[in-house]
Every structure is written in structure tokens, then in C-alpha cells.
């Protein structure tokens, strides 16, 4: 039977790059560097979309056995009581470490203790720390690492956070705002690791994990002191992450999108918005050490948010932030108007 035979396709990569040397010969030399400047550009842009999509769908992340889970260590999960923080205790719990929970209010941090030894219970030990990071003085910080003197510490999630109340210029924010925000997300960081990390380095093992946020990858306008300490934690993260890595330390600073919270304000999840729950368990299956946005629609957007130039992320936020005050105001309004 007679049948017809379909050459296939193939690129000619030879012949491609023959006829680009014909055409550099008989071109000038700006033809040549802007070519090759155009490839390098796509290749790198290439790059970096794949790598995103490997870490988001493909990668598996270091093994929280590797950080003492199941092995008697214990995870510091700062602001336990709720939210982001409160899903770390209970899903480290899971994994198998002891938990200490830090935050102000008793009642809500023996309420997620009780809930662990209920969901977990077995061998797992959880312990709280009552701490104002607001207004912590030194007494504050000593009294914590004599608790963690003894203590072979694996994790700690530094997770406590404070944004502002709603956008505002700077000129407009209340003195005490400014120093809770600074006192909280910056000074508290630093002095949490300072007390855990020489335990970490003796025993040549640990993650830190710290919480950013979007805001800190770009200026923030009317956020401009919570996106400064923000942006402050994925330094601070960085310079750690190359100093700990030949000591077996993992540091990580989870940028972080919107997550469903009191902080958030936002109460219904989304492809965007994940709920604590779902967003932890990302966080935990793919941990590794770096700056960048675990979940897989944030780093999606990340991508987006570093493709195009800084100047217009900033106006866009701009924008953003002056609706949400706009909305924000009429809301405290309509609320005084009831009370
Ligand atoms: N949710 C988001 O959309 C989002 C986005 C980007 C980044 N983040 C970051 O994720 C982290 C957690 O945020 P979240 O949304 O889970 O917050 P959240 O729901 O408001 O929970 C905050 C936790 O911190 C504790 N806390 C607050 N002030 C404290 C203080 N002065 N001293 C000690 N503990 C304090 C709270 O407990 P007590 O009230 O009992 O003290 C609570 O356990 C923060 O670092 C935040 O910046 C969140």
C-alpha cells in the first residue's frame, strides 16, 4: 500500500544561528549587541519563570526531620494565639515537635495549647510565654532565654507581626503605632534569634522562619513604616540565611501575600487569599532557605510584581491604599454614627 511520507518538523539549530552570523556580519555591531542583549534577556526571564513554577508545583522542601521533628525538639512559634501563628503551632505539633507558644493574652494561648495536646497529644509537650513584644524590655528577653536555656530549640517561626491600624501618611500615624510596629517586627525579630540561634549553631541544625510580606518588597506608601520594617526582615533574612547555611542552619523569609486574618481584615478565602490553615501547610512542604513567596498564586504575582518597573507597583499601591483609607474612614464613621 502506498503511503505518504510527512517529513517532520525539526529546527535547524545550525542553520538559525548561521544565518544570525550572516546577518551580524553584514549588520553593524549594534545589531549584534542588541540581539544578544534580547537573548539574554528572554533567557534569564525564562529562567526565572521556570524556576518559580519548579519551586511552586514541583519541588519538594526540606524535611522538617531534618530540624529535630519527631526527636524530643522543640518549635518557638511567636504570636501563637492566633491566625498565621496559631497554624504553625498546631501543624509543627503535627509534625512532631514540642511547642512554645508566645503572645500576650493567656486564655487564647492555653486555648491553642489545649487544642494540640487534644488534636496531637502522645508525646508532644507544649509550654506558653506571656510577652507584650510591644513594650518587652530586657528583663522581658532575659526571662525567655533562661525558659529556653536547657531547651534544644529546632524551629522558630518568628510570626509576630503589627501592620497599621488602616493606611495613613506617615505625617498622620500616631507616635505609638510607629514604636509597636518597629518594636514588634524589627527589634523582636533580632532579639528572638539572638537568643535561639547559638543553641541552633551548637547543634548544627535549626530553621528560622520568618514572615514578610509584600508590602516589604515593594515601598508601601501610607504603610510606609510597616513596609520599612518589612523589608528590613527579608535583609536581615538574607544576611543570615548565606551566614548560617555552612553552620546546617536554614533561614527563610516567606513573602507573603494576603492571608485570611484579624490582621488581614479579610474574612473569605480565595485563589489569591488562602485560609492560615492552607497557607502553613504550603509553607511547611516546601520549606528552603531564601526569600521568596511559597504559595503558589503569591509567587505567581511576585513574578508579575518584579516584572514590571518599581515606580509602577509603587502608584498602584498608592492608589490602593488611598481607596482603602477612603473606605476605612467611612466605615469608623458609619460605626460612630450607630454607637
Ligand atoms: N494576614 C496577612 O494577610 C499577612 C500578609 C503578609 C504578612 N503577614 C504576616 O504574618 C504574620 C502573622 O500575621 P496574622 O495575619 O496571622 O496576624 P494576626 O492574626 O493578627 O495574629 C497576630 C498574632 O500575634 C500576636 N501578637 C500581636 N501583637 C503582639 C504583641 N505586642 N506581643 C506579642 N504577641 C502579639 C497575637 O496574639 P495576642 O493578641 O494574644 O498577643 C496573635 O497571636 C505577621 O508577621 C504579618 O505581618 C500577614
Request: no cysteine; net charge positive; glycine share 6%.
Amino acid at each position: 500500500m502506498a503511503s505518504t511520507m510527512i517529513p517532520a518538523p525539526h529546527l535547524d539549530v545550525r542553520g538559525v544561528l548561521q544565518s544570525v552570523r550572516n546577518e551580524a556580519n553584514t549588520r553593524s555591531p549594534l545589531f549584534l549587541a542588541l540581539f544578544t542583549l534580547g537573548a539574554f534577556t528572554a533567557a534569564s526571564a525564562l529562567w526565572s519563570f521556570s524556576r518559580l513554577l519548579l519551586r511552586a508545583f514541583i519541588l519538594p522542601g526540606v524535611n522538617l526531620r531534618k530540624f529535630g521533628a519527631k526527636k524530643g525538639s522543640w518549635a518557638v512559634v511567636t504570636g501563637a494565639s492566633d491566625g498565621i501563628g496559631r497554624e504553625f503551632a498546631v501543624q509543627l505539633a503535627k509534625a512532631g515537635f514540642n511547642i512554645l507558644l508566645a503572645a500576650r493574652n493567656p486564655e487564647k494561648l492555653s486555648s491553642v495549647a489545649l487544642e494540640i495536646q487534644e488534636k496531637v497529644g502522645g508525646d508532644i509537650q507544649t509550654d506558653t510565654f506571656i510577652i507584650d513584644f510591644a513594650h518587652a524590655d530586657n528583663s522581658a528577653y532575659e526571662s525567655l532565654a533562661s525558659k529556653l536555656q536547657n531547651i534544644d530549640v529546632g524551629v522558630l517561626v518568628n510570626n509576630v507581626g503589627k501592620s497599621h491600624d488602616m493606611p495613613t501618611d506617615f505625617v498622620d500615624t500616631p507616635a505609638d503605632e510607629i514604636h509597636d510596629i518597629l518594636a514588634i517586627n524589627v527589634n523582636a525579630t533580632v532579639r528572638v534569634t539572638e537568643i535561639i540561634v547559638p543553641g541552633m549553631v551548637s547543634r548544627r541544625r535549626g530553621l528560622i522562619l520568618n514572615m514578610g510580606s509584600f508590602a516589604g518588597a515593594a515601598p508601601s506608601p501610607m504603610l510606609a513604616t510597616y513596609s520599612a520594617s518589612k523589608a528590613f526582615l527579608a535583609t536581615f533574612s538574607a544576611a543570615l540565611a548565606t551566614e548560617l547555611k555552612p553552620k546546617g542552619i536554614t533561614v527563610e523569609h516567606a513573602n507573603t501575600y494576603f492571608v485570611v486574618s484579624a490582621m488581614s481584615k479579610i474574612r473569605r478565602p480565595s485563589a489569591l487569599i488562602p485560609l492560615p490553615r492552607t497557607y502553613v501547610r504550603t509553607v511547611l512542604s516546601t520549606i528552603r532557605p531564601g526569600n521568596f513567596a511559597p504559595y503558589w498564586s503569591h509567587s505567581l504575582l511576585d513574578y508579575v510584581m518584579h516584572s514590571v518597573p518599581e515606580s509602577l507597583v509603587v502608584a498602584y499601591e498608592h492608589m490602593l491604599h488611598k481607596d482603602i483609607r477612603k473606605r476605612a474612614l467611612r466605615k469608623r464613621e458609619r460605626q460612630a454614627k450607630k454607637a
